[in-house]
C-alpha cells in the first residue's frame, strides 16, 4: 500500500523557492572564495552559468506550489489606473536604486553578472535567461515570501489569517531592513522595500507588488546592458 505525501505546509510553499534561491547565492559565494584562495580551479565567469540552474529550480518549485498561492491574484492588474501608478512607482525604484548605489565598508562590492565574459555563443542566451529571471521570476518568488508570507508571519504564525496588506509598524520596519540586508546595496535595497510595503498597503494586492518589483528589475536589466554597469546585476 503506497503512503500518501504529507501535502506541504502554506509557509513552506511560500519561503521553499526563496530559500532555494538564497541557496544557490550561498553556494556561489562560497565557490567564489575557493576560487580567489586558488583552492578550485575554475575561472570566475564560469559561476555565470549557475544562474540559469538557480532559476529552473525556483521555476520549478513555484510551478508545483501555483495552486496554493491564492492571494496571488493576476486579474487585480486589469484596474488600469492602478497598475498606471504602480508602473510609476518601479520607475521610480529603479531611479532611486542606481542613484543609491553605496555599499557599506563591511560589505564588499558586488560582483555583478557580466555575460560578455563568456564564449559568443551562450553570451545572447545567458542575457535573455538572466534577463527573464530578474523581471519575471524573481519578483513572484520574492513578492510571496516578503509581502505574503513574512510580512504576515511577523504578525501571526498563523499568517494566513492576516489580510493581505494589513499594516503594523513592527512588521513594516522589519521586512524593510531585512529586504535591503538581502541586497548588495543594502540602503538602496531598504528603499526598494519601502515602496514594495507601500504599494501593498495601497492597493491589498500582491499582484500588484510583483508588477512593480518586476518593472524595477525590467528597467534596471535595459539599463545595465546599456551602461555596462554590470555591478547592478
Known amino acids: 500500500m503506497s503512503r500518501s505525501r504529507r501535502p506541504v505546509s502554506p509557509a513552506a510553499v511560500r519561503y521553499l523557492p526563496f530559500a532555494a534561491y538564497m541557496l544557490f547565492i550561498g553556494v556561489e559565494q562560497l565557490i567564489r572564495s575557493l576560487i580567489e ?13 549557475l544562474y540559469p540552474l538557480k532559476i529552473l529550480v525556483v521555476v520549478g518549485l513555484l510551478y508545483s506550489f501555483r495552486h496554493q498561492y491564492h492571494e496571488l491574484r493576476w486579474r487585480d492588474l486589469q484596474q488600469l489606473p492602478v497598475t498606471l501608478l504602480v508602473s510609476l512607482v518601479g520607475l521610480l525604484v529603479f531611479v532611486l536604486w542606481i542613484n543609491l ?16 565574459l563568456l564564449p559568443q555563443a551562450f553570451q545572447l542566451p545567458m542575457t535573455v535567461v538572466r534577463i527573464a529571471g530578474a523581471a519575471l521570476v524573481v519578483p513572484v518568488m ?7 508570507f513574512l510580512i504576515r508571519s511577523i504578525e501571526n504564525q498563523q ?22 540586508l538581502e541586497h548588495h546595496l543594502v540602503v538602496a535595497g531598504m528603499v526598494a522595500g519601502i515602496f514594495y510595503n507601500l504599494v501593498l498597503y495601497r492597493t491589498r494586492s500582491l499582484a500588484q507588488c510583483v508588477l512593480a518589483h518586476g518593472i524595477t528589475n525590467l528597467v534596471l536589466a535595459l539599463y545595465v546592458l546599456n551602461s555596462g554597469r554590470w555591478e547592478f546585476w
Request: net charge negative; proline share 7%; aromatic share 18%.
Open 142 to 148: 520574492e513578492e510571496l515570501f516578503w509581502r505574503s
Open 37 to 49: 584562495r586558488g583552492t578550485l580551479p575554475l575561472a570566475h565567469e564560469q559561476l555565470l552559468y
Open 159 to 180: 499568517f494566513e489569517t492576516v489580510p493581505i496588506g494589513h499594516f503594523s509598524w513592527t512588521s513594516f520596519l522589519i521586512t524593510v531592513v531585512l529586504f535591503g
Open 101 to 116: 548605489d553605496w555599499v557599506f565598508q563591511t560589505s564588499t562590492a558586488p560582483h555583478g553578472y557580466n555575460p560578455t
